[in-house]
């Protein structure tokens, strides 16, 4: 832990590298730079993640991670351990499942607090038995996080009811209304001017990944009922993702694809009515840029939407459901007063996402893991409709969740544990649900064939299928020497000591190697 009198030294990871996730860490990085702090992030190249750290004056290490969880994942962990240990940091930060997987597969150097913000739960986008797996991963690695940071009343919610047991805070996804402000009718006409689109057509328009969990395909499939309708109105897709090319393939009247942009406002001020089809997210940023905008919401049911469109600043329809998103687009096309009444009490609503109180939070919450006494501002707490049900202390003064006893170290796991009993399913989790709160825990088989931990509290050694255990090394890594061999292992070999090996991490920051001893500083550094 460093000295007080110490800038606080952060070290945020990121995979995805673009999209929302990108702008908020973007936004906490810049923030938190602005406070003194030795910020750092850890990402992919590519995307617009790097330069946004660029941008705010921030490094990036190049931690070339991919998306989803596969064979290389345990070498991502070692490769992030390693980068980790050479940063120092007072506190580390993973953003979205992917980085919360990868670091805290192992345990981390010793002292150094971990946030874990998942932006969405892993589960949701699961299906089947991986759906099983990723809800036994979060509650196991639970305990492997100081805080569990929350962007909205939903998705907290939606942990509590997985099970997942730990530090929970909610720290609501804000919007900078410096940047996003009410576009009255002479900045639509303007905005569609440089995007070359009618003046007076009727425009729904759709901003985010083109992915399944955007669900555009729902979108273009409810869109021929809309044109039916209202035959002059356009529907502008805005982004770029894996299902593109196939919903290019299905030609509808009046779609319009765009490339990814990174600036939206000029979409959503051209906008008389925008559509977020999504099948499940955490708080959508584009939701509230759309509320600052001043421009009418339809949206799914789901939480993190439901939880922005509120009555009277649009609609919120079924997932899954074209008709009923049909039904809502053409009810305010149709009829744009509408949309104009819902625009204007948008703009009015998003003075309660600001992005100041997002950053100022999640600055306090980032003082407290770090040991230096922080508190989340007084006078924002909010009793959740359903905490008593849940079980859940809504701590007065302070919107700060924290779920009481079970589950954390040595609290055990009611029901069970993960796996359901002694050998769950499959043996997904070895030795599931043993801690001091539960004596009867089984040892089922490992996820190597063999038997779960007899450490203490037996849940220490049990991790889902698939995941390299701690002191367990892919074939072809060397763990570094001394000390950090086996159950720590933290590095890999590489040519030259290249980004496997530790040195330069993909020409972007120079990390010790392992004979060296070194403090890093990377390019741009405050310090």
Same mark, same amino acid.
């Given at each position: 832990m460093a000295d007080a009198a110490e800038p606080l030294r952060v070290l945020h990871v990121s995979q995805p590298n673009g999209g929302g996730v990108a702008v908020y860490v973007g936004q906490a990085v810049t923030d938190q730079r602005r406070r003194g702090w030795d910020v750092a992030v850890a990402c992919p190249p590519g995307g617009d993640l790097p330069a946004r750290c660029a941008a705010a004056g921030v490094p990036w290490f190049n931690w070339d991670a991919g998306r989803a969880p596969g064979p290389r994942t345990p070498l991502e962990a070692l490769r992030l351990r390693r980068l980790i240990k050479g940063f120092r940091p007072d506190a580390v930060h993973l953003h979205s499942s992917k980085a919360g997987l990868a670091g805290r597969l192992l345990r981390l150097p010793a002292g150094v607090p971990v946030i874990f913000q998942p932006h969405g739960w892993s589960w949701l986008a699961a299906t089947g038995r991986q759906d099983a797996v990723s809800r036994r991963w979060e509650r196991f690695a639970a305990r492997r996080a100081d805080a569990l940071v929350c962007v909205g009343e939903g998705e907290l919610r939606a942990g509590m009811r997985a099970g997942v047991r730990g530090p929970f805070r909610l720290v609501r996804n804000g919007v900078d209304r410096r940047r996003f402000g009410p576009a009255d009718a002479s900045a639509r006409l303007a905005a569609r001017t440089r995007l070359g689109l009618p003046a007076a057509a009727p425009l729904a328009v759709c901003v985010g990944r083109v992915t399944r969990q955007k669900a555009q395909d729902v979108l273009v499939a409810a869109w021929p009922a809309v044109a039916a309708r209202c035959p002059s109105a356009l529907l502008a897709i805005v982004g770029d993702g894996?299902?593109?090319? #196939? &919903?290019?393939?299905?030609?509808?009247?009046?779609?319009?694809?765009?490339?990814? !942009?990174?600036?939206?406002?000029?979409?959503?001020?051209?906008?008389?009515?925008? *559509?977020?089809?999504?099948?499940?997210?955490?708080?959508?940023?584009?939701?509230?840029?759309?509320? #600052?905008?001043?421009?009418?919401l339809v949206g799914t049911d789901i939480p993190g939407i439901a939880?922005?469109?509120?009555?009277?600043?649009?609609?919120? !329809?079924?997932?899954?459901?074209?008709?009923? &998103?049909?039904?809502? @687009?053409?009810?305010?096309?149709?009829?744009? %007063? !509408?949309?104009?009444?819902?625009?204007?009490?948008?703009?009015? #609503?998003?003075?309660?996402?600001?992005?100041?109180?997002? *950053?100022?939070?999640?600055?306090?919450?980032?003082?407290?893991?770090?040991?230096?006494? =922080?508190? !989340?501002?007084?006078?924002?707490?909010?009793?959740?409709?359903?905490?008593?049900?849940?079980?859940?202390? *809504?701590?007065?003064?302070?919107?700060?969740?924290? @779920?009481?006893?079970?589950?954390?170290?040595?609290?055990?796991?009611?029901?069970?544990?993960?796996?359901?009993?002694?050998?769950?399913?499959?043996?997904?989790?070895?030795?599931?649900?043993?801690? #001091?709160?539960?004596?009867?825990?089984?040892?089922?088989?490992?996820?190597?064939?063999?038997?779960?931990?007899?450490?203490?509290?037996?849940?220490? =050694?049990?991790?889902?299928?698939?995941?390299?255990?701690?002191?367990?090394?892919?074939?072809?890594?060397?763990?570094?020497? =001394?000390?950090?061999?086996?159950?720590?292992? =933290? %590095?890999?070999?590489?040519?030259?000591?290249?980004?496997?090996?530790?040195?330069? @991490? %993909?020409? *972007?920051?120079?990390?010790?190697?392992?004979?060296?001893?070194?403090?890093?500083?990377p390019p741009n550094s405050s310090r």
């Open positions: 894996e299902d593109l090319d #196939a &919903l290019r393939r299905r030609p509808a009247p009046g779609v319009r694809f765009v490339a990814a !942009v990174r600036d939206p406002r000029d979409w959503l001020a051209a906008a008389n009515v925008v *559509v977020l089809p999504s099948r499940w997210e955490g708080l959508p940023l584009t939701a509230l840029e759309a509320l #600052a905008t001043g421009r009418s939880e922005v469109v509120r009555p009277g600043l649009g609609a919120l !329809v079924p997932a899954d459901d074209p008709g009923a &998103l049909a039904e809502a @687009m053409a009810a305010r096309l149709l009829f744009p %007063g !509408v949309a104009e009444r819902e625009g204007r009490a948008a703009a009015e #609503a998003a003075a309660a996402y600001d992005i100041d109180e997002t *950053v100022a939070r999640l600055a306090a919450v980032t003082l407290e893991v770090a040991g230096r006494g =922080g508190t !989340v501002p007084d006078g924002v707490a909010r009793e959740l409709a359903e905490a008593e049900d849940l079980g859940v202390d *809504v701590l007065a003064g302070a919107e700060v969740l924290a @779920m009481s006893g079970a589950g954390r170290a040595g609290g055990g796991f009611p029901g069970g544990g993960f796996a359901g009993g002694p050998g769950g399913p499959g043996g997904v989790l070895a030795g599931a649900g043993a801690g #001091a709160g539960a004596p009867d825990a089984g040892a089922g088989p490992g996820p190597a064939g063999g038997t779960a931990s007899e450490a203490p509290g037996g849940i220490e =050694g049990a991790v889902p299928e698939g995941v390299v255990p701690e002191g367990a090394v892919p074939e072809g890594v060397v763990p570094e020497g =001394g000390a950090d061999c086996g159950a720590n292992a =933290g %590095g890999a070999a590489g040519p030259g000591g290249g980004a496997e090996g530790g040195g330069a @991490m %993909g020409g *972007v920051a120079t990390l010790p190697d392992s004979a060296g001893g070194g403090a890093v500083t």
